[in-house]
């Protein structure tokens, strides 16, 4: 994983207009980015930095 596909993710959940997809997706993106780092990700920091910016975005966090 690196910075490329995390912020192409944060685009997509941005974009989607699903309060629950959204939600899904941000749960997906952020357990993918806790096993790169988990594997050894020389730039963690900035792969969770980068993942967290969904917390800046509007959007109910709920499933059915």
């Known amino acids: ?37 988990a594997e050894g990700a020389p730039n963690a920091s900035e792969l969770a930095a980068a993942a967290l910016k969904t917390k800046d975005m509007d959007f109910s966090r709920w499933y059915a």
């Open 1 to 37: 994983m690196d910075m490329q596909e995390i912020n192409e993710r944060v685009a997509q959940i941005a974009a989607s207009g699903d309060d629950e997809e959204q939600h899904g997706m941000e749960d997906s993106l952020y357990e993918d980015v806790l096993k790169a780092i």
